[in-house]
Nanobody
Framework: VQLQAFGGGLVQAGGSLRLSCAAS????????MAWFRQAPGKEREFLQA???????YYEDPVKGRFSISRDNDKNTATLQMNNLQPEDTAVYYC???????????????WGQGTLVTVSS
């Protein structure tokens, strides 16, 4: 499956952004869609994942400010980000896989990444 992420940009602290990820290809390859991010100089970290059936798995480095959703008919996933802070500045990646896990190696397909920059 191919993924395309979009929606990043520059936002002031306290603002919101909505990232979207469109998947093309067999829907079975995107049973789970997830979001990761990689801040400058840091390792890529898992944010949230959502299965086609609606099960969610998330770590919470963002303390409840982000929320994942998906539209199964359109095979898209969205990450709503609220109250953004400068430390949220990162490249955000969507990924697709079969299992509801946080391990990057379990995700077979990755989007190209979209940059989110939060100014103070």
């Amino acid at each position: 499956v191919q993924l395309q992420a979009f929606g990043g940009g520059l936002v002031q602290a306290g603002g919101s952004l909505r990232l979207s990820c469109a998947a093309s290809g067999p829907s079975t390859s995107s049973n789970v869609m997830a979001w990761f991010r990689q801040a400058p100089g840091k390792e890529r970290e898992f944010l949230q994942a959502l299965s086609r059936s609606g099960l969610k798995y998330y770590e919470d480095p963002v303390k409840g400010r982000f929320s994942i959703s998906r539209d199964n008919d359109k095979n898209t996933a969205t990450l709503q980000m609220n109250n953004l802070q400068p430390e949220d500045t990162a490249v955000y990646y969507c990924a697709a896989g079969y299992s509801l896990v946080k391990w990057q190696s379990d995700y077979r397909s990755w989007g190209q990444g979209t940059l989110v920059t939060v100014s103070s």
